[in-house]
């Protein structure tokens, strides 16, 4: 089984994981975390996200990026804030990378820890146990 992947419509499998294992830029924002399907902890969904953010923002700044710059980085997350279409069709998890070339989103059925870095390459160590041996996308449940 493949997972849709929301930006590109494609799908998520080896590929699109050697693609971000690739990706190396100055900045590169790795961001996890859980998300829920419905519920109290649904609503409180974006306002983890905008926490993480605030953490990035921080991240970025810390080395030096203006603030301009930061925020424009970061806006496609941003908008994610009050898309409420987005907040209601979740899955268990949610990854999201930026660069100051774009962002790759995926709702994705792992619960991530949350959780944000600022390196130079994508951190996706938290994907890997989406894959089997022949690397395509496996589920649990």
């Not at 929301?6 to 693609?19: I, V």
């Amino acid at each position: 089984m493949y997972f849709q992947l929301e930006e590109q419509n494609g799908y998520f499998d080896k590929s699109e994981l050697e693609q971000l294992m690739r990706k190396e830029q100055q900045w590169c924002v790795s961001i996890y975390m859980p998300t829920h399907r419905t519920g109290v902890d649904a609503q409180q969904d974006p306002i983890r996200l905008k926490n993480l953010l605030g953490k990035a923002e921080k991240e970025l700044s810390d080395r030096g990026i203006g603030r301009r710059d930061v925020q424009k980085m970061l806006d496609p997350v941003s908008k994610l804030l009050q898309d409420s279409d987005f907040w209601q069709h979740q899955s268990d998890g949610l990854a999201i990378f930026l660069t100051s070339n774009g962002i790759r989103r995926y709702r994705l059925p792992l619960n991530f820890e949350e959780f944000v870095t600022v390196m130079d390459r994508f951190h996706i160590k938290p994907l890997l146990p989406l894959f089997t041996g022949d690397g395509q996308f496996t589920s649990w449940r």
